[in-house]
């Protein structure tokens, strides 16, 4: 079945820095990449998502790219703000409904 | 737009006992997943219901069951509990198309077992 690994666990930047989170997966058969915020709690909502026929895909400062021939894509936030922290997972979904969670990246901002 | 909804939002159960968690779906979906969520980890996936059958399952067993209604809300039945079982439970709407749909998450119920 598709594994999903998520790197790195916890990520601490700078108000205004940027933050980069990537995810590998195992499954070829994998169509859909969607990645998910979820604060103290809350569940998890989708901030954006990706298609395998796409390479790139950007909401405001939130962006994603996918690279299917080495199974992986990442999740970038650009001039990151306090409100940003919190704990962000990307998924894979393949053929099945079965879709898997990365385990996730713990991201504060510091003002 | 009514978002998903999902009670109780917090449950303390004792080991064996059995326990009923409710989801109701979002405006317009008619689909939904539940996923169960442990402290600290990624949401792992229990089943899916459309058309109110199962449609797809994760590595549960039997005692973790379901079940859909036609206004497309559902339930998740889990008997015999375990000390395990403590998690966040999640309910997840989408609506079922020929390509993967986004998932809506609630934001859970809380289950406690001792």
């Known amino acids: 079945g598709e594994n999903v690994e998520q790197h790195p666990s916890t990520l601490s930047v700078q108000e205004g820095d940027s933050a980069v989170i990537k995810c590998t997966y195992s499954d070829s058969a994998s169509n859909y990449f969607p990645w998910y915020k979820q604060e103290l709690g809350k569940g998890p909502q989708l901030i954006i998502d990706i298609r395998s026929n796409v390479g790139e895909k950007k909401d405001q400062r939130i962006a994603v790219t996918l690279n299917k021939t080495a199974k992986h894509f990442s999740l970038h936030i650009t001039e990151t703000q306090p409100e940003d922290s919190a704990v962000y997972f990307c998924a894979a979904y393949p053929n099945n409904n079965d879709m898997r969670f990365g385990a996730g990246t713990r991201l504060t901002v510091k003002p | 737009e009514t978002g998903v909804t999902q009670s109780p939002t917090h449950l303390i159960k004792t080991r064996g006992q059995q326990v009923t968690l409710r989801c109701s779906s979002q405006s317009g979906h008619n689909t939904v997943s539940w996923y169960q969520q442990a402290l600290g980890q990624g949401p792992q996936f229990i089943f899916q219901?459309?058309?109110?059958?199962?449609?797809g399952r994760g590595n549960f067993p039997p005692r973790f069951s379901g079940l859909q209604f036609p206004n497309y809300s559902s339930e998740l039945n889990v008997n015999a509990l375990e000390l395990d079982d403590s998690a966040l439970y999640l309910c997840?709407?989408?609506?079922?198309?020929?390509?993967?749909?986004?998932?809506?998450f609630g934001n859970g119920t809380r289950l406690t077992v001792t």
């Open positions: 997840a709407s989408s609506f079922q198309a020929a390509i993967r749909s986004p998932l809506h």
């Open positions: 219901y459309y058309r109110e059958e199962e449609n």
